[in-house]
C-alpha cells in the first residue's frame, strides 16, 4: 500500500471545487467502513460511515459511496475549503476478529489552493 | 478529541531509557488501542484493551508493553527505547459492540524521539 506521508495518493483542487477521494477495501464481509480526515499534526478525527447495506450516505458538505461489486469507497467533499486539506483515509473492520479492531488505508492527500 | 487525553505530548529520551506514554479517557469506552504512525508504514496496532486488566497484542508488539488497571488509563510502556520506536504514538478508544459502536476517536498523539 501507500506510505503515509510518502508516496502517497494526492489530490490538489482549487476552493470550491468538489474533491473525490478514493479507497479500495478487502474484506468483502465488511458490514460497515469509516473515513477519518488526519490534519497535519493532529490525530485522525472520524468524519463519516456506512453500513454494508447501504450504497450513499450524505453528510454535511460530504457524501460517502459504496460500490461492493468492486469493493470500492468513495468521499466526495461539496466545496472544498482549505480547511479541508489534509489526510483522509478509510477503515473496515479488521477481517472478522472482534474487539472492534479496523484496518486502515495508507490514506490520500487532499491540498486546498485558495 | 472525543475525551482522550493523551501525556506527554512531546518526549526525547535516550537509547536504553525506560518510557511510559499514558492514554486517559472520559468517555467510559471499553475498548481502547495503541498504535504507532510512521512515513511508509501508515497506522499500526500495537497493544489493544477490551477490559480492565484485559489486553492483548497487535501486529507490532515488540518492545512495547500496557497495562490498563481502571477503565480510563492504558498506559504504554517501551521498556528500553531504541531508535527504531522514534514514531508518534496514537491512543483510540471505541465503545465496542456492533456496527457505529466500532468507530475508533483518537487522541491527539505524542511524539517520541529516542536518540
Known amino acids: 500500500g501507500e506510505s503515509v506521508g510518502l508516496h502517497l495518493p494526492t489530490l490538489s483542487v482549487q476552493e470550491g471545487d468538489n474533491s473525490i477521494i478514493n479507497c479500495a477495501y478487502s474484506n468483502s464481509a465488511s458490514d460497515y467502513f469509516i473515513w477519518y480526515k488526519q490534519e497535519s499534526g493532529k490525530g485522525p478525527q472520524f468524519i463519516i460511515d456506512?453500513?454494508?447495506?447501504?450504497d450513499k450516505r450524505q453528510g454535511q458538505r460530504v457524501t460517502v459511496l459504496l460500490n461492493k461489486t468492486v469493493k470500492h469507497l468513495s468521499l466526495q467533499i461539496a466545496a472544498t475549503q482549505p480547511g479541508d486539506s489534509a489526510v483522509y483515509f478509510c477503515?473496515?473492520?479488521?477481517?472478522?476478529?472482534?474487539?472492534?479492531?479496523?484496518?486502515f488505508g495508507q490514506g490520500t492527500i487532499l491540498t486546498v489552493h485558495p | 478529541d472525543a475525551g482522550i487525553t493523551q501525556s506527554p505530548r512531546h518526549k526525547v529520551t535516550e537509547t536504553g531509557t525506560p518510557v511510559t506514554l499514558r492514554c486517559h479517557q472520559t468517555e467510559n469506552h471499553r475498548y481502547m488501542y495503541w498504535y504507532r504512525q510512521d512515513p511508509g508504514h501508515g497506522l499500526r496496532l500495537i497493544h489493544y484493551s477490551y477490559g480492565v486488566k484485559d489486553t492483548d497484542k497487535g501486529e507490532v508488539s515488540d518492545g512495547y508493553s500496557v497495562s490498563r488497571s481502571k477503565t480510563e488509563d492504558f498506559l504504554l510502556t517501551l521498556e528500553s527505547a531504541t531508535s527504531s520506536q522514534t514514531s508518534v504514538y496514537f491512543c483510540?478508544?471505541?465503545?465496542?459492540?456492533?456496527?457505529?459502536?466500532?468507530?475508533?476517536?483518537f487522541g491527539a498523539g505524542t511524539r517520541l524521539s529516542v536518540l
Open positions: 456506512i453500513r454494508s447495506n447501504m
Open positions: 477503515a473496515e473492520p479488521d477481517g472478522g476478529t472482534s474487539y472492534g479492531k479496523l484496518t
Open positions: 483510540a478508544i471505541s465503545e465496542g459492540g456492533r456496527i457505529a459502536k466500532n468507530i475508533q476517536y
